[in-house]
């Protein structure tokens, strides 16, 4: 049974695009393996970006950056099809080349946005999160705006504001794992120096670090993480994917090694968990994950105040 609300861009397109299946691999078996996969790297990498932003005191950009990121890809997509510029059309309006376009797209809106937001909650002015505030507006204003007035080549996204997650294939979805291998690698690889420099950037300074390439290199990271991954599952659940792993982990941590390793089990389990549940049940994929995220973020607090409490009163008796 092919899951066509949660896993297709356009459902009579995607048919004529599908790649052969593998022997032994029936159509449910090829997409819950896709899904698996989107879920798994688009929240480790999306929580991980997550876990930096946290101790930067921008969590907010979780919210923000998504949405400008989609911004950016309609914008490409809404202009592309009038200029004849795209490849070659399949049936409906689409394109093969409908996700890179996006993410293309998403790209070229995000960075220069996330570098302006760097630069600016260094200098005095309006408070940063008013400045986050209204460029979020604007993200969500334009991009409803767009969906409304654009092409066929937009079809697609009123599921990604729905939290659907979409159908990557072929070598959209070797792009979209080695783009997030690579960044998460780079963020792991060099985790000290960044937390650091998010920290405390005058003491990384004085210790020999250059705080201002660090901070290029993070921001540069978070935008592409930030644009492959809301093209892919939408705004909604990449917002999700940053907060709720982070509070959850933040929750139940005592040390910053334990906080990241809790956040990136945390997003793997509930990306995993999410996907099986919604295939099992045959429900939209990215509504179930976001329902999981949350419940885990519950679970996690309550367990918190749990653990401190049966530990108070360890330490009452002890006393006594």
């Known amino acids: 049974m092919e899951r066509s609300t949660q896993l297709s861009l356009k459902n009579h397109s995607r048919e004529t695009s599908k790649p052969k299946t593998p022997l032994n691999m029936n159509p449910t078996d090829e997409y819950f393996l896709r899904t698996l996969l989107v879920s798994l790297f688009v929240g480790v990498g999306t929580a ?3 876990v930096h932003l946290f101790l930067r005191r921008l969590l907010i950009l979780g919210l923000v950056m998504p949405q400008v990121s989609l911004l950016g890809g309609l914008l490409i ?6 200029l ?5 059309e399949t049936q409906g309006g689409q394109t093969d080349s409908i996700w890179a376009l996006t993410f293309a797209g998403a790209l070229i809106a995000s960075i220069p946005i996330a570098f302006w937001i760097g630069i600016k909650r260094h200098l005095r002015g309006l408070p940063i999160e008013v400045i986050l505030g209204t460029v979020y ?3 969500v204003g334009g991009s409803l705006l767009l969906t409304a007035l654009g092409p066929h080549a937009l079809d697609h996204v009123p599921k990604l ?3 659907q997650i979409l159908a990557v294939t072929g070598w959209d ?4 794992m080695a783009t997030l291998g690579i960044a998460s690698a780079f963020l792991i690889a060099n985790h000290r120096t960044l937390f650091a420099v998010g920290i405390d950037s005058e003491f990384t300074l004085a210790i020999g670090h250059h705080v201002t390439v660090y901070e290029t290199l993070f921001l540069t990271t978070a935008s592409v993480v930030m644009s492959v991954a809301s093209v892919t599952v939408g705004p909604a659940l990449v917002f999700a994917y ?6 959850g982990a933040w929750f139940l941590s005592l040390s910053v090694k334990t906080f990241v390793t809790l956040a990136l089990l945390f997003a793997a389990v509930c990306g995993t968990g999410g996907t099986v549940i919604a295939f099992e049940l045959d429900l939209p994929v990215g509504s179930i994950q976001l329902v999981v995220l949350a419940l885990g973020t519950i679970t996690s607090g309550l367990l918190s105040r749990w653990l401190f409490h049966v530990s108070w009163l360890r330490k009452g008796k002890t006393q006594n």
């Open 84 to 88: 004849r510029f795209t490849e070659k």
């Open 242 to 247: 940053s907060v709720c792993p982070v509070l």
């Open 77 to 82: 997509l809404w202009i592309t099809p009038l």
């Open 173 to 176: 979805l070797i792009i979209l």
């Open 48 to 50: 991980l970006i997550g």
């Open 161 to 163: 504001f729905q939290g």
């Open 137 to 139: 507006v604007l993200g």
